[in-house]
């Protein structure tokens, strides 16, 4: 535990240095300004999609009670693919709807149009990709939270005539929203730290913080570099900082609300 | 369904379920998700394998790309050197968090709360921005200690054959998962008193330690020995970044030159994975059932 600590303390030591020089302000502009932003909008859309489809998912199984062969599918399976990022997962998607993917070419030969205009190396088709590990993901951590909804509230809110919107609205809704916010945050930080994905789909042709940092790193030419990949990562942590705090602000209130 | 259903109706007869109109549409809404998600996630497999066992020049179906898969250039030694990297956090992370889950439980319970906190960290710090740290604090050895021991331990570090600074790189991303399998374990059983009896019965701490807690925690250990394993094998981003060639790193290599192999190495190496977390989903199991009866 001791060498743990002492390995991770040492982080904030070195990006220490960085504080008083250009590279703080360098990255708050041009092109690492868009990378931010690039990885904020992707991570945020992702992350809202992903939470909504994962936690219908995570309804539609946990609602078949006759089916329980389907849900404990769903469920393993879904442990298994949340931990399915990285390579794999990119060339999985480039044979199927990359250029010469399997998808690809079977539209293009039955119905002559390929996929139009979609690029697997665009935001759209990063978003695509994460999908698929965050949707599972999100399944994991939200079962439980769900499977602590007793069946007697429903019914207790059937009794005393409460319609189904009445109840998300006054008894599921406010029980659920903490997890699901929380779950959603994972999402988030899970997306926005992505990076080998990102690296084997598309390069680096997609504004994106982490591909950035990862130029900065090995680029031997621009002089100062290694401190803006610094600077890059210390935003990263900083951005991350920001979101944990708001999720724990919120957690905070919600809990007020629920006393 | 006996068993999920018999806690929460219990109480209740369990009548016929309340007719709502609601309820049908329902069930249509729900069929949809399964199927549109269903499909979301099988195509992509499905795919891959279409692609990997297609034959390009006659049609057909062909098994040349994975037969070719272990005599490709470079494939054994980064694949040796994954597993051995595996094998080594596996080890380390438990020689570490295993007496801290232990400490924790039997006498530092206040601690628990900062320790969950502390191993929850490598799950929301990006590993890119640890890796950047890593990096600096590497820098130090020829910046700063050069021709003295330190620095040649920082060198011995990073030696290409057997990167160690890799092992425990991975020891701190592998945390959460591993102090989260013990910590499950730990809670189904019992241990303080377990601990206590053989203490009395005039048991040394070591042998505590490996005649009574580890036999206890065995499915534990495992889960995170598996969860271990399939994260140091799929994980890319801190290999490439600090220069060493491991598995992932490999496959990004080659697949330029040799697309369909990539794909092909892809899909085994998913095999491999899903089969060590089915293998704990099996495990879990069996604990549960065996808890439950």
Redesign the interface.
Known sequence: MLAVEAFRATDPATFEETWSTDSIVAITGGAYRRAYLGSLQLSVITAVIGGVLGLALAIAILQTRRNLLLRRLVLTASGVLANFGGIPLAFAFLATIGTQGVVTVLLQDTLGLGLGEFRLASMTGLALVYLYFLIPLMVLTITPALEALRPQWREAADNLGASGWQYWRYVGGPVLAPPVIGATMLLFASAFAAYATARALVGSSVPLVTLQIANALSSNVVVGSENLGKALALGMVALIGLVMAFYAWVQRRTQRWLQ | ?TT??GV??AG?VAPET?V?R?RRR?GA??FV??VV?GL??L???G??V???V?DRGRGGVTLEHYAAIPGAEGFADAFTRSLLLAGLTVVLALA?MVP?VLLVELRLRRLRTAVEL?TL?P????????V??????L?WAPDYFLNTPLAEAFFALQEPALPWILV?VY??LA?PFVYRALDAGVRGADLSTLTEAARNLGASWPRVLFSVVLPVLRTSVLNASF?TI??VL????VA??LGFETF?TW??RI?GSL?QL??AV??L??LV??ML??L??ALDRRRGTKESS
């Open positions: 369904m999920l259903t929460a109706g209740s309340p709502r609601g329902a809404w729900r998700i399964l998600l979301y996630f195509i992509p497999i795919a891959s279409v692609f990997t297609r570490l801290t502390l960290m799950l929301v710090l990006p590993p890119i921005a640890l950047v740290g890593v990096r600096s604090v820098a425990f020891v701190i945390l969860i399939a994260l799929g994980e890319f981003t490439a970044i992932p496959i990004v697949s697309p990539s794909v892809s899909v190496s998913l994975t899903w977390l089915l704990i989903s």
